[in-house]
């Protein structure tokens, strides 16, 4: 039983690094470095509970605590451009922005595209505040 739950534990560690490699999403290494530890205590003849007991606990620790630090650290396709300047302006809608729905806003001379996930209307006229750039189109409440 001792041989057959390494191999398993072997075969959960390559797995579980081919899928990381393949997806590159910092998921499946978490599961990979649990499955090592519980390789080890396979080896150590530990009882398949407590080696169960620390795959699920140490896989769920890295992947709730550490996933978010090393995904922020490997953030690279932020790609910082002017247009960030325009989060918290204030704009002048131009085009009426219904909720979910494309408008039109006119902020330092130069028009954009905008939505709001506002439910209420924002009308031609009205000042917005821009929260946030999403493609080419602005993120906007009324303000």
Not at 5 to 13: C, D, H, N, P, R
Not at 69 to 89: C, E, I, P, S
Request: charged share 15%; aromatic share 10%.
């Amino acid at each position: 039983m001792n041989e057959f739950m390494i191999l398993i534990w072997f075969g959960v560690i390559i797995l579980a690094a081919f899928i990381e490699i393949t997806t590159m999403d910092l998921t499946s290494v978490w599961f990979s470095i649990g499955a090592v530890f519980s390789f080890i205590l396979a080896i150590l003849n530990v009882a398949l509970f407590w080696q169960i007991a620390a795959f699920i606990v140490l896989s769920t620790i890295l992947l709730l605590s550490v996933r978010p630090l090393v995904k922020n650290y490997f953030r690279t396709n932020v790609v910082g451009t002017n247009a960030d300047a325009l989060v918290g302006k204030v704009a002048t809608c131009t085009k009426t922005i219904h909720q979910n729905e494309r408008g039109e806003v006119k902020v330092d001379g130069q028009y954009w595209s905008a939505i709001t996930s506002e439910s209420n209307t924002i009308e031609e006229g009205d000042k917005v505040e821009i929260l946030a750039i999403e493609g080419n189109k602005l993120i906007v409440v009324k303000s």
